[in-house]
């Protein structure tokens, strides 16, 4: 991951949340801002910031090696993100795009202006990915969803009946097997419908017949599917 740039356009909550968590992951992470009250705030945080225009002559990128880079189009205002992403596919045509949406019709939108790949920003994948940036896999899994690797799945595990798991709370859980795999969720065996977020739920107490959706790689899932039996 060290060999790759990563250039965030915006600075809004969802997209530093993303350049606080990646930025030692990679070879340079730089932030391009719309204002200069934004621009002087990642800066203070410490971050590499310059100020850009939705007019700027996209050529100036074309140092970047694009195999190597990684652009998020991360503005907040949506239809801005769009517009965007079309001036960066035009100006740069074989450029890596990633493009945060917050609606379905906006991800649409963006696919067609050329985005290579959308993230939803809607509420249950807003917390879901906050989930996964605070876990210590953070920068393989933000690497793998960017990079659309396939090793990194998410699973449901149904807890049985005599499991060592039942009776801990989603908080000692996630303690337990940080090191190995990500808890995002559980669906209450009680409440069928009651899907709770681990960044919210922690005093949750796991019974049989919970259901837990997770994230890994394929050892650490199996090793947590013989825990949950």
Known sequence: MKTLDVLVFGYAEFAKEIVFQVHEAYRSVKVYALTEETVAQAIKDGFNAELFDLDDNWDAFTHFTMQETLFICALEDDAKNVYLTIGLRDGLEEA??????????????????????????????????????????????????????????????????????????????????????????????????????????????????????????????????????
């Open 96 to 229: 890596r795009l990633i493009a945060l949406a917050s609606t379905q019709e906006h991800a649409s939108k963006l696919r067609l202006a050329g985005a290579n790949k959308v993230i939803s920003k809607l509420q249950a994948t807003s917390d879901l990915i906050i989930e996964v940036l605070e876990k210590p896999y953070v920068t393989h899994i933000i690497h793998d969803i960017l990079q659309e690797e396939t090793a990194l799945k998410t699973v449901q595990v149904t807890l049985e009946k005599g499991s060592s798991l039942v009776g801990e709370s989603l908080h000692e859980l996630s303690m337990e097997v940080e090191s190995e795999l990500i808890v995002l969720a559980v669906v209450d065996a009680q409440l069928q419908t009651h899907f709770v977020f681990t960044s919210k739920g922690y005093r949750h107490h796991l019974e049989v017949g919970d259901v837990l959706v997770v994230i890994g790689y394929d050892e650490a899932i199996e090793n947590f599917r013989r825990m949950a039996q």
